[in-house]
């Protein structure tokens, strides 16, 4: 006999929907209160590698010389079409930024709608695009230098779907799903965490074939990956690893897993990295066995995901970044996670439903006002954030000197000033879509930069 559908009861449903509407206006709200279209940190160096583009016209080394060890292809295409064809004043790269941020959350949702089923689709799907649409998550889209993390990201999520959705033709599926795995490494060196995410998917699977194929494939890309790679960029990279400095990498790997609440209460940090890693091993050690339905698959696939992120981070920024200041913007790498966990738990979810519709429907009213109040929190901060940033570039552009602007607007503040003076002359990522913030400077910013090492 056939497993009774959950039924979501009209007001739950009322409230839950005009939730997820009120969260999804926040979000969209933001794009416009937290953009930043004017140049600063890792910006002024793009620009500066756009103007040797067009004195000398190598398009390979424009593309492909990696910038603090990321192959940024995507991020440079997108520069030289906004500069050529729009002007230069950022609106490509915020609608590109926003684009992939939404192709993210439509993925995921549409991950967890499949995973929730029949009765419960808007549930599941729901509140999997409200993870990814959290406030801070917003900031990675709306900053020029920060749009590299969705670049990577949404072929990353698109990889790892791929290979696991159900359908005919998995050969075919199992090719886009590298060719998209490619494209994530093109976006950011971060990307290159989707192989091992494949790998653990084609292993559980079953599928020695897809399993060489992605090792081949990841193997051969990650290479190419060190193809212009400088030694010293090398060893930069590698330094802070994770042999020399055990402790110090254990603590970034575990605040890393605790982002975004990281943030808010440090202390804790820690501890929810903890619990974060305690359940994602879990989930590792114990489901997506061969059988299993393809959403928990895909569940563990963005678990594995979001957890190779955090040893690379782990590995690579150790030493440079204290583990208690980590950026905000890696936050972004553990929405795959976090709705990872949400698909594995949506099974349990169905059944308590079926078992006490009325207190699970109370449940969800209580959850949907939990929802909107993280977003109010996550608001204040990416409004507070953004603010404190443009508020240091404002001061750069109308002469203001001081130290506090240097981990924001640049490192050594003396290198960029020609380029900065020649940028304006050309009109070159000039305007925002909003006033400048108060004149007083807040005591800090939020590091932004996909290369700096400070906040």
Excluded at 30 to 39: M, P, Y
Excluded at 152 to 170: H, K, N, S, T, Y
Aim: proline share 5%; hydrophobic share 55%.
């Amino acid at each position: 006999m056939a497993e009774p559908a959950p039924r979501l009861g009209g007001p739950a449903r009322l409230v839950f929907i005009a939730a997820l509407a009120a969260y999804g206006a926040v979000a969209g709200w933001l794009v416009w209160r937290t953009s930043i279209l004017e140049a600063y940190s890792d910006m002024y160096d793009w620009v500066e590698r756009w103007r040797r583009l067009q004195a000398d016209g190598d398009f390979g080394r424009y593309f492909w010389a990696p910038h603090n060890f990321h192959h940024l292809v995507w991020t440079f295409a997108v520069l030289d079409l906004d500069i050529g064809a729009f002007g230069a004043r950022s609106y490509l790269f915020l609608a590109v930024g926003v684009a992939c941020l939404a192709a993210v959350a439509a993925m995921l949702a549409w991950a967890g709608a499949a995973a929730a089923g029949q009765g419960l689709r808007l549930v599941g799907g729901g509140v999997a695009a409200a993870l990814c649409l959290m406030g801070c998550n917003v900031l990675d889209a709306t900053s020029d230098i920060d749009t590299t993390y969705v670049h990577a990201l949404v072929f990353a999520v698109a990889a790892i779907l791929l290979a696991e959705a159900p359908g005919g033709r998995p050969r075919l599926r199992l090719a886009a799903a590298l060719v998209c795995a490619t494209a994530a490494g093109l976006g950011s060196a971060a990307g290159l965490a989707v192989w091992p995410a494949l790998m653990v998917g084609a292993w559980r699977r079953g599928d020695r074939v897809g399993g060489l194929a992605v090792a081949v494939a990841g193997g051969a890309f990650s290479l190419l990956y060190l193809v212009g790679q400088t030694p010293g960029a090398a060893a930069a990279a590698a330094s802070p690893g994770l042999a020399a400095h055990l402790g110090d990498a254990t603590a970034l790997v575990l605040n890393y897993l605790g982002l975004p609440w990281l943030r808010a209460l440090p202390r804790l940090g820690a501890g929810f990295g903890l619990a974060v890693l305690g359940l994602s091993l879990a989930a590792l050690a114990l489901k997506a066995r061969r059988g299993a339905p393809w959403s928990e698959r895909a569940a563990v696939g963005l678990i594995a995901f979001s957890l190779t992120t955090a040893l690379m981070a782990g590995a690579a920024r150790t030493g440079v970044i204290a583990p208690d200041l980590l950026p905000m913007r890696y936050s972004v790498f553990l929405a795959p996670l976090h709705v990872g966990l949400w698909l594995l738990l949506l099974p349990y979810l169905r059944c308590a439903w079926i078992a006490r519709p009325h207190r699970l429907e109370m449940l969800l009213i209580a959850a949907s006002a939990v929802m909107l109040a993280h977003q109010a929190v996550m608001t204040v901060y990416a409004v507070r954030t953004a603010d404190a940033n443009l508020r240091f570039i404002a001061d750069f552009r109308e002469g203001r000197r001081y130290p506090q602007m240097q981990p924001i607007v640049y490192g050594d503040l003396g290198h960029v000033l020609g380029l900065a003076d020649w940028m304006r002359r050309e009109g070159l990522y000039q305007r925002e879509l909003r006033r400048d913030p108060p004149v007083q400077p807040p005591a800090g910013g939020r590091d932004t930069s996909a290369s700096s090492t400070g906040r």
